[in-house]
């Protein structure tokens, strides 16, 4: 990869050659309709120089993620080199202060509600916990000077061996707070010393690959993300990483395998598939972590997860460790993720479900008839308000189903503003060049169905558009929260239609919460449907909510602790939108007020569907 997070063509090996490249309408040449061509070198460089010569290559300097999707087969072979490239190596003397943190101070006073028996506390620097030299200098190497709040409490839980149901707001962090952990206790395992674990233990075949620990992701980029983060908190400590997903030859997966894997990330499909062809054996599992763990309890992942973690040859709870994370923790689906958990601490950064409020929200009401135009309008009224640095700010724009993705980006495109669709229909490799295009900033506007609306961690998206509103409030936060990560800020736009009008009141609470500005139109609406109230996590007051406290066992549960109160959540969260709120023009450079903000942002906000028990009845739609 190179320095601007481009991948380089030249190390990109298609996953099914034979298959003519998809290219989006803007990047074709104008007598082809068909958006296929053959032998044709997509670069980067390429669309840059003839589509987009504004759009420089983006350095993404200190941020762990996101420079350039990299996945199983395919490896860069100058990659071991490269990766740390751009990631400043830091002196140890910096470590705990803000000298080379950015923005994280700006979840510093979101209040942490832990419950559960026997808590470890919480540490502030990375230094306190024992994570081992190898780790620690790769955590150095990442930038990450200071922990997280959700790295704070939940590595210390998990280093002591506890199972967790973790709950924080998107882009805060989770990802480290589940890998330093798992790979800290890969590192301790005495098979890491005596050599790679063969045959499940038993009386199985050496061909089978038994891994130490088991990172379950909903979508295919997730799992490829992870991996990638988790390859580099791992480099040069021994610890061997692999990742299996759909949608991808099965066969270079398991070539990875036979070298050997101590931490397995995956999708649940093709892990499946790996256990039934009895090339992987989960019988010497120590870890278990899932990413998105609401979405993979809900109705369209249960049935697999529960053949994973309760009909295979996986240890029992009690006798491995069980981690869950998630931005969101329906009531119903905590009940259902404790069949997998043993004494566990349940812990929520800031209250479950709620969003960050580094991310300014905007509702507009838009007959659906009129979405096309009154985007057009946002969009150009964005590009004539850009500045030098907003140019090189991305726009992620949600639509409910495929077809429609797909002719959103159609016209688009025939409306000069160059799009790519990305959605479960398109194939792997369509789906990868996607996701590359839009990361590169070669194709500025990416259009989406939930397929990329969780986990995604996406340098300079600086503004998410629900083109279409979700089906629920939960898939809301988690689709705005691919902007105003690692505490940068963004903006999200939501076309509120007649039809979405049983969202009006969860939408109205979820922004009070996060003190964003709500229009009186979309009061008038909550009150209007607010039967059945907010159903969502627990009362008016601070804190996460564990359903144990709600039943006759919650005195078991009562070693809480909460730092710091309800004020000095909402100082901080006022503090952050402040600039935003109270900017009489819309399309502003914030980070001129603040100091704060990397990219720029536009006009308008966001918003989704009542929120009730029912949240298994959400149909999946384009995940994996
Ligand atoms: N301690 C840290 N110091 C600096 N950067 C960090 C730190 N922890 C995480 N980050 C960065 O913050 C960004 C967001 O982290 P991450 O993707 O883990 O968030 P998340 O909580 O999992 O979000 P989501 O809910 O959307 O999945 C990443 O770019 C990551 O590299």
């Known amino acids: 990869m190179t320095r601007n997070g481009v991948f380089p063509e030249s190390t990109w090996k298609p996953t099914r050659p034979t298959r003519p490249r998809y290219l989006p309408p803007h990047l074709r040449p104008q007598n082809d309709n068909a958006g ?156 890491l010393v005596s050599g790679r674990r063969r045959g499940g233990g038993g009386g199985g075949s050496a061909a089978v690959a038994c891994p130490l620990a088991l990172i379950l992701a909903p979508t295919r980029e997730l799992s490829c993300q992870i991996f990638e ?130 991310i300014v929200q905007r509702v507009e009401l838009v007959q659906e008839m009129d979405k096309r135009s009154h985007l057009l309008d946002l969009l150009r009224s964005q590009r004539s308000n850009a500045t030098p640095h907003s140019k090189h700010a991305l726009t992620l724009v949600f639509v409910e189903t495929k077809r429609g993705a797909n002719e959103l980006e159609h016209w688009l495109s025939r409306n000069g503003f160059p799009a790519i669709a990305m959605h479960g229909d398109k194939v792997q490799m369509e789906r990868e060049q996607a996701l590359r295009s839009f990361k590169s900033g070669a194709t500025p506007i990416l259009v989406a169905t939930d397929v990329a609306s969780r986990g995604l961690d996406i340098p300079h998206v600086a503004h998410v558009i629900n083109f279409d509103m979700p089906k629920n409030i939960d898939d809301y936060v988690h689709r705005i929260g691919r902007t105003g990560r690692a505490g940068k800020c963004g903006l999200a736009t939501a076309f509120f239609s007649d039809k979405n009008m049983p969202l009006a009141k969860s939408l109205t609470e979820l922004m009070k919460e996060s003190n964003q500005e709500v229009p009186s139109w979309l009061v008038q609406h909550a009150e209007n449907h607010s039967a059945g109230g907010w159903v969502r996590h627990g009362g008016p007051d601070f804190g ?52 704060n903000v990397d990219y720029l942002y536009t006009d308008a906000a966001a918003a989704p569907y009542e929120y009730a028990y029912g949240y298994g009845s959400v149909i999946a739609s384009g995940w994996d």
Not at 544 to 573: E, L, M, Q
Not at 581 to 588: A, V
Request: net charge negative.
């Open 229 to 358: 983060e988790a390859k580099k908190f791992a480099d040069m400590t021994g610890v061997k990483i692999s990742v299996a997903y759909g949608g991808t030859p099965i066969y270079q997966q398991l070539r990875s395998l036979e070298k050997g894997v101590d931490i397995l990330v995956a999708t649940p499909g093709r892990l499946v598939d790996m256990i039934e062809r009895a090339m992987v054996s989960l019988g010497m599992l120590k870890y278990l972590a899932l990413d998105e763990a609401d979405r993979m309890l809900d109705m369209g992942f249960e049935p697999q997860i529960r053949k994973i973690v309760e009909q295979m040859d996986m240890p029992p709870p009690g006798t491995r460790q069980t981690m869950l994370f998630s931005a969101t923790f329906p009531d119903d689906i905590q009940r259902l993720a404790s069949d997998f958990l043993s004494d566990y601490i349940f812990l929520a950064v800031g209250r479950v479900g709620s969003s960050t409020d580094l």
């Open 36 to 191: 296929f061509l053959d032998n044709v070198t997509l670069t980067p460089e390429l669309t840059r120089s003839r589509f987009n010569s504004h759009q420089p290559a983006r350095s993404t300097r200190g941020r762990g993620r996101g420079r350039g999707p990299r996945f199983a087969g395919r490896r860069n072979p100058n990659w071991e080199d490269e990766k740390f490239d751009e990631l400043e190596v830091i002196d140890d003397a910096l470590e705990g202060t803000n000298e080379t943190n950015n923005n994280l101070e700006a979840y510093e006073d979101i209040p942490v509600q832990a419950s559960g028996d026997n808590i470890p506390p919480p540490v502030a620097t990375f230094a306190e916990i024992g994570l081992g030299d190898g780790l620690k200098k790769n955590i150095r190497r990442c930038n990450y000077v200071k922990p997280t709040p959700i790295q704070r409490y939940a590595i210390p839980i998990a280093v002591a061996g506890r199972d967790l149901m973790a709950c924080a707001q998107t882009g805060s962090g989770k990802t480290a707070a589940f890998c330093f952990p798992i790979i800290s206790g890969v590192l301790k395992d005495p098979s």
């Open 544 to 595: 996460g909510y564990d359903f144990r406290k709600g039943t006759a066992s919650s005195s078991n549960y009562n070693d809480t602790y909460a730092v710091p109160a309800i004020d000095g959540y909402h100082a901080a969260a006022s503090v952050n939108a402040q600039p935003f709120l109270s900017s009489g023009n819309f399309y502003s450079d914030p980070s001129v007020k603040t100091g």
